[in-house]
């Protein structure tokens, strides 16, 4: 049986750093050494985090949790395949997690090869799927409905590649359990012309299906 997280001691440590959060106002906090060493640099990226209300003795708690719950090895286990979702006790998918073997097909030596070639199988799959589209319809909108990650993800790779649009084609986002949100899109879309792609990591999202069941109504009408 796992150990409940939040009677442990690194977490206790942390609420109780909480309740009295480091205050930013000060001299001390806008001096250059800080804005300098709380920074963070990998894969071309830099993370700043001077501006957050965190010290030294927040960071060494942080460590401290990360220590005492085996993050790092736990992060090792997802990519090798384990199946960590699993919360004892509560319903879950009880399932490996291996979305970065997705990243790992434009390796040349995956750390998982056998998730990393079914991810590329997959990729291949929609790849025919869209190009049949390409052949058979005229579609000039796409509609994500999603929420949660399942909306930041291809959010941001649409704004990421936004420089590489093809004119006349568009994404639209249905992210809002509001129907009024669901409702903006749908009427400024034309059904013949636009393609839905449902986004969810289980399926049994209510929010999301709640926008499918939504966006479906209004296709089924139109």
Not at 175 to 199: E, F, G, K, R
């Amino acid at each position: 049986m796992k150990s409940d997280v939040t009677q442990s001691r690194s977490w206790l440590r942390l609420k109780k750093l909480a309740e009295t959060p480091v205050n930013l106002v000060g001299s001390s906090f806008a001096d250059g050494n800080r804005i300098a060493r709380m920074v963070c640099r990998t894969a071309g990226l830099r993370l700043h985090y001077a501006t957050q209300r965190v010290d030294d003795e927040v960071l060494d708690a942080f460590q401290e949790f990360a220590d005492e719950h085996r993050l790092v090895e736990q992060f090792k286990q997802m990519r090798c395949g384990a199946v960590i979702n699993r919360i004892d006790g509560w319903e879950s998918e009880n399932r490996r997690v291996l979305h970065t073997s997705c990243r790992d097909i434009f390796s040349q030596s995956p750390r998982e090869p056998d998730s990393a070639a079914q991810a590329a199988v997959e990729m291949e799959k929609l790849a025919d799927f869209l190009e049949e589209i390409d052949r058979t319809r005229s579609i000039t909108t796409l509609i994500n409905v999603g929420i949660g990650g399942s909306d930041l993800g291809p959010r941001a790779v649409y704004e990421a590649l936004k420089a590489y649009n093809i004119d006349g084609k568009t994404v639209r986002f249905i992210a809002n359990v509001d129907p009024d949100d669901a409702a903006q899109v749908l009427d400024s879309i034309d059904p013949a012309s636009t393609l839905v792609a449902v986004v969810s990591k289980s399926g049994t999202t209510l929010e999301t299906q709640t926008n499918e069941e939504l966006v479906r109504a209004r296709f089924v009408q139109a």
